[in-house]
Every structure is written in structure tokens, then in C-alpha cells.
């Protein structure tokens, strides 16, 4: 797929509802699938959002509280099923490896797949290829949390009239793209000449932790920042007892960052209205969703 598209596969925090299942994000980029954090129930939350499980290629876990985590499980057990010929990139608080390694080898079946795993143990860039530079900060809950930031890798975009005037066609357009420069009837052509760099997207997972000057630094300038909300205001005593945040901080968050749309979920179970959530942050972040459960989100 071309575009950056996040699914929401969940939207309560630690205990599910009727209506929202445990957390689980996947974000579809690049020809990849980067599924966030897999509470319970994730594989069937797939079918319902009639999307394939197999489409999953990095699994990322924020932290090893069990409602953002123990959907990994089973999530790695059934692309096994499936045979996925790609590897399996598994990113995980390197504090957590004993709860990671639980997680993998829970029940009896034989791994058929390549599952690679990365424990995080330092800030800051922790993978930088042709698709995305992706790093990771750490958060404040109580118990070793990474925030993580997906960055889209920059493309070159091509203006069609300039390769036509300089008459690059073909094969020569991704020559031109390679080597940087050619010459075409004695007239040398430099790829700046005839095209532009188009910014990626960025990602912003800020799930679970009170507001801290990492989660500034994960959201600064993205385009769609994904952030827990699990109470508002009037339980701000509840927020800062076990380090979550507000719908209003995170919308305060989200502006002090300049991002460009923020999007709340993990919602305490004892709300039944998540438009309470968006109506309070749009108070002070007006481009703000309260996430329901099977959400899509563009970053267009």
C-alpha cells in the first residue's frame, strides 16, 4: 500500500469492555505492518478489521504490563501457522527479555518462521534503513516503558514536465535515480535537476506514562501521534497516582510538540463515552479523535 494508514485494533486500558477490546496498533507503512503493542484478542480483532494477520512484520512492545503485551504470544504463534516468509523483527525493553521470552515459548508448537528479536536497552535511534529511521525514548509509568518514534525515510519524487523537457524516459529515469547524474545527447542531466525529495511521515506511540519531556520529544512535529488517554480531568488524582494522562494533557502534549493530529485511546473502563476524551482535548488541541476500536487513520 502507498499510504501511511494506522489500525486500531483496541482501545481500553487494562481491563476490556463490552465495547473496546485490550490495545493493539498496527501501522502499515512502507509495504510493512508494525503492530504495537498486542493486548488479548488481537488475532481476532484482525478479522474484523478484514485485515491479514500475515501483513505483520516488526512487533513493538512499549512495556510488559499484560494489557500491551500479552497478545504477542499468540500474535507470533499464528504468523507461524501462516508460514510467513519474511523475518519477524520483535523490539522489546531489554529489562523485559525474561517476560519476552515467556511470551514466545508459553504453550507447545514448532517455530517455523524467523523470529529476531531486539532488546532495547539505550535511547535514541535503534534502526535506520531505506524505509524508516525508528527510535525510542523512555517514558514514565513506574516500570522500564519505551515511547517509540517512526520517522518515514525521505523518497525522490520525479517532476514528469522536467524529465520530459530533458527527454529521460525508461530505464533511464531509475539510471538517473542511481548514479545521481548522466549525460543525454552531450547535455549532462543531475538528478536535482529534475526532481524533489518528499518528506516521510512520522509516527508518535506515547503509551503508558504521564507527561515527561520524552513524550515532547517523540511527538515533536509528527503527523499523527498515538497517545494513552486513560482518564479525564476530573480523575486527574487518579491519572498522577498511577502515571497516565489526561485527555487534556495529552492534547497539551501534542500542541507544545506541534504535531499535526493526535489520536487518544487506552480509555479506563469506567467510561462509556469516549467523546467525553476528544471533547475535552479539543479545548486545547482542536485536530484530536478519540479512538474507537477497528479505527483507521491516514496521515493525509
Not at 484482525?46 to 497478545?71: E, M, Y
Not at 519477524?88 to 519476552?100: D, E, L, N, T
Request: hydrophobic share 35%; net charge positive; aromatic share 10%.
Amino acid at each position: 500500500m502507498s499510504k501511511s494508514e494506522l489500525i486500531v485494533f483496541g482501545t481500553s486500558s487494562q481491563q476490556p469492555t463490552r465495547f473496546r477490546n485490550h490495545g493493539a496498533y498496527l501501522l502499515r507503512s512502507r509495504g510493512k505492518g508494525l503492530l504495537f503493542d498486542p493486548g488479548e484478542g488481537t488475532q481476532r480483532q484482525f478479522i474484523f478489521a478484514n485485515t491479514p494477520p500475515t501483513a505483520v512484520t516488526h512487533i513493538l512492545i512499549s512495556h510488559f504490563h499484560g494489557d500491551h503485551c500479552l497478545g504477542a504470544g499468540s500474535m507470533l504463534m499464528r504468523l507461524n501457522l501462516d508460514k510467513v516468509p519474511h523475518t519477524v523483527h520483535c523490539y522489546f525493553p531489554a529489562s523485559g527479555q525474561k517476560h519476552f521470552t515467556y511470551l514466545r515459548k508459553a504453550c507447545i508448537y514448532h517455530e517455523h518462521i524467523t523470529i529476531k528479536e531486539h532488546p532495547i536497552s539505550q535511547e535514541g535511534v535503534f534502526l535506520q534503513d531505506e524505509d524508516f529511521t525508528m527510535s525510542a525514548y523512555n517514558l514514565d509509568h513506574g516500570v522500564p516503558t519505551l515511547g517509540y518514534r517512526i520517522e518515514e525515510t525521505s523518497k525522490i519524487k520525479f517532476h514528469k514536465d522536467k524529465l520530459d523537457m530533458f527527454q529521460v524516459k525508461g530505464p533511464l529515469v531509475k539510471k538517473l535515480e542511481q548514479e545521481k547524474e548522466l549525460t543525454i545527447q552531450g547535455k549532462k542531466i543531475h538528478l536535482h535537476d529534475v526532481s524533489w525529495r518528499q518528506p516521510g511521515k512520522v509516527f508518535a506511540y506515547i503509551l503508558d506514562t504521564k507527561y515527561c519531556d520524552n513524550t515532547l520529544k517523540l511527538a515533536e512535529n509528527a503527523d499523527l501521534v498515538l497517545a494513552e488517554s486513560t482518564y479525564t480531568s476530573e480523575r486527574q488524582e487518579l491519572a498522577k497516582r498511577y502515571l497516565h494522562m489526561t485527555a487534556k494533557d495529552a492534547a497539551l502534549m501534542a500542541k507544545k510538540a506541534a504535531a499535526k493530529k493526535l489520536v487518544l485511546t487506552h480509555f479506563s473502563a469506567r467510561y462509556r463515552d469516549t467523546k467525553l476524551f476528544e471533547k475535552e482535548a479539543r479545548q486545547y488541541f482542536p485536530n484530536t479523535y478519540a479512538a474507537n476500536d477497528l479505527d483507521r487513520y491516514s496521515f493525509d
